[in-house]
């Protein structure tokens, strides 16, 4: 199980509190997904996984936010091996990023997975567009039995679409936001087409989700509140495996899209070691004391090892407090340990803070002035 060099007192009453209104929110699915998540969606996600290794050479994974980092975190950082090589879409608004990745899908065979809650976001819309006219060019009437939709259960217009063109579909639960939202078949669909073992992945989520878990959870969320509470605004999280920074943001996303809101929150922040010592570093060792460090340490081999303990120790003495977070191990289990630690550590930071965890009213913000076609003005 995770390991931490760190033992605040934890309030056990506010806790208490504080986990009863994290579950009983409309947005506490998340809660019990390692729980729950029921055996025949697990079968049904195998069995496209089975059926896109079968058809397609590239999976293109389309989808921004929420929809995309958590599985994109696992993958690149495990670099399973499939015979499916996974392709991302639909996360920027880049016209040249999109040619680049249907270039790179070229003549192959391909399938098209969409993921979207909501299924109006402008960025996969583009992206969905694009390849779905590329599959009506290579596979005619065929097509649409090569598309995959995880999107919401009942609405949305991609749910619509999907339901009228007998897209395969998954449910992105009506109680589970897109950042909470990678144990559910948003993650667990292209994690398998992967070739990650999401069984495993799952059972590192279910050894978090007991006492032992949440009460580390709740250790790391009260530390964060004490620090921020002593004006240390930004957070950085630091990992010395180059494979993890897609994991790093994901953990921005989690914590920033829960924790920044009502001119409130703690800025996260991320650098991987030791390439950015020989950059950040210096401000890291030396400048402005308003950050803390959250080493992720993952295991690793001697000769970084020596590295993880020089910065612990480096940064130790240039007045910054460093959080250890030990990694029992590189692997499914590993990093579904440590996305239930993150999720429940975040709610409950967020609660801490006296902010809603599972809205995001400064990115609905954005959404509504892209479609209704407004510039911001800069102000000073
Ligand atoms: O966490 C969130 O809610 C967001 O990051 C969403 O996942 C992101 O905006 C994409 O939204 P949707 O899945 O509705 O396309």
């Given at each position: ?6 033992n605040p007192e934890v309030d056990q009453g ?265 950059s950040m570093g210096q401000f890291m060792q ?14 690793t081999d001697e000769l970084n090892r020596k ?74």
């Amino acid at each position: 199980m995770i390991m931490l060099n760190f033992n605040p007192e934890v309030d056990q009453g506010k806790l208490a509190e504080i986990l009863a209104s994290i579950r009983g929110d409309a947005m506490g699915g998340w809660v019990d997904l390692p729980k729950n998540i029921l055996i025949d969606e697990i079968l049904s996600i195998k069995e496209a996984a089975k059926k896109i290794t079968e058809e397609a050479e590239y999976l293109v994974c389309i989808g921004i936010g929420g929809s995309y980092l958590g599985h994109r975190a696992i993958i690149e950082a495990l670099s399973p091996k499939s015979d499916v090589k996974i392709v991302y879409a639909g996360n920027s608004l880049s016209q040249r990023e999109l040619n680049r990745v249907l270039t790179e899908v070229g003549d192959a065979d391909f399938s098209v997975l969409v993921i979207s809650k909501s299924g109006t976001t402008l960025e996969p819309k583009v992206a969905f567009e694009a390849f779905k006219k590329k599959l009506v060019e290579k596979y005619g009437e065929q097509a649409s039995s090569r598309i995959y939709a995880t999107t919401d259960a009942h609405k949305g217009e991609l749910h619509d679409e999907a339901v009228q063109n007998g897209y395969t579909r998954f449910i992105v639960p009506d109680n589970v936001g897109g950042r909470y939202s990678v144990l559910s078949a948003v993650g667990l669909l292209p994690l398998a087409v992967a070739g990650v073992d999401i069984d495993k992945l799952l059972e590192g989520a279910t050894e978090m989700y007991g006492d032992a878990g949440i009460q580390a959870a709740a250790k790391y969320a009260w530390l964060r509140w004490m620090l921020f509470e002593r004006n240390y605004d930004t957070e950085v999280f630091a990992s010395f495996e180059p494979s993890t920074a897609y994991f790093n943001e994901w953990l921005k996303q989690l914590f920033g899209e829960s924790e920044g809101k009502g001119k409130k929150g703690i800025f996260p922040a991320s650098l991987i070691y030791s390439t950015d010592l020989h950059s950040m570093g210096q401000f890291m060792q030396d400048g402005r004391r308003n950050l803390w460090e959250t080493i992720i340490d993952y295991p690793t081999d001697e000769l970084n090892r020596k590295v993880v303990k020089a910065v612990r120790a480096a940064h130790s003495q240039g007045g910054i407090p460093v959080l250890n977070i030990g990694v029992p191990s590189y692997d499914e289990k590993g990093f579904g340990e440590l996305i239930y630690f993150f999720e429940m550590a975040c709610a409950i930071s967020a609660k801490l803070q006296g902010v809603n965890p599972f809205d995001q009213p400064g990115v609905e913000a954005y959404k509504k002035l892209l479609k209704d076609g407004q510039n911001g003005k800069a102000t000073l």
